[in-house]
């Protein structure tokens, strides 16, 4: 009898603990990286192109190299960011920037790779975490996970704020929100992941880009205007030519 009533208190903390686990945001971004390529982001180097342009990034424990390649008829650009640098060369040649252009041209070259390899980074230490609790879309559980980032650490777009809806059973991100500062006003977007594929163990998708018919939109509500289908369509964003090396 004793030993029934043990099990039985035993069973039921599983219970407990395995709920408070899972309205946890921080385990729940960890188990999205770990289906997503996890440990093998760390040590890789992936290609692509993305409209027009070719993007290369290697990454080895904590060092980065974040590159953009532009050719046009008569030049060719090439942006490289690294953890301690911007550089531009234009038709192999370095060219010095005012600090103000080299900070815009590094982020656009990391907005690109960032989005890339989503949810990897989202576990960085400048990265704060909120679990907003569980919602449907398109029939499907998801946990909803906010996303916003510390002045320290967090980019030159820091204010910037994300929801991830991150599937209940799978823990892949199938959608995510975002808000950005857009001529001194707040613009959103709402991306659904489709295309999904592996290579060399790491997923890639691609985005359907969505905005917000109104302008009076709250991001956190942008995922019940998708199912009312109150989004317009904006673009698609499409990665090509995906190349991992391990």
Request: glycine share 6%; with cysteine.
């Amino acid at each position: 009898m004793i030993k029934k009533i043990f099990l039985l208190l035993l069973f039921t903390l599983l219970l407990v603990n395995c709920k408070k686990e899972l309205q946890d945001a921080d385990v729940i971004v960890r188990k999205s990286i770990e289906v997503s390529g996890g440990e093998r982001f760390k040590n890789s180097t992936i290609g692509f192109e993305f409209r027009g342009r070719h993007y290369s990034a290697s990454r080895n424990e904590g060092e980065f190299s974040l590159s953009r390649l532009t050719i046009t008829d008569s030049d060719s650009v090439f942006d490289i960011l690294s953890n301690h640098s911007f550089d531009r060369y234009i038709n192999g040649e370095r060219i010095v920037l005012a600090d103000s252009m080299a900070t815009k041209y590094s982020a656009s070259v990391n907005s690109v790779h960032y989005f890339a390899v989503l949810p990897y980074g989202l576990d960085n230490k400048a990265v704060k975490r909120a679990y907003l609790g569980k919602t449907k879309v398109k029939g499907r559980d998801y946990y909803k996970i906010k996303i916003t980032f510390n002045e320290d650490g967090g980019g030159e777009d820091f204010e910037d704020v994300f929801i991830y809806w991150i599937n209940t059973e799978t823990f892949k991100a199938d959608y995510l929100a975002y808000s950005y500062e857009e001529n001194h006003d707040l613009g959103l977007r709402f991306r659904e992941a489709y295309n999904e594929r592996f290579i060399e163990g790491i997923r890639f998708v691609d985005y359907n880009n969505y905005k917000p018919k109104d302008n009076d939109e709250v991001l956190e509500n942008l995922d019940l205007k998708f199912e009312n289908d109150a989004l317009e369509l904006l673009s698609k964003i499409e990665l090509e030519h995906v190349l991992v090396s391990i």
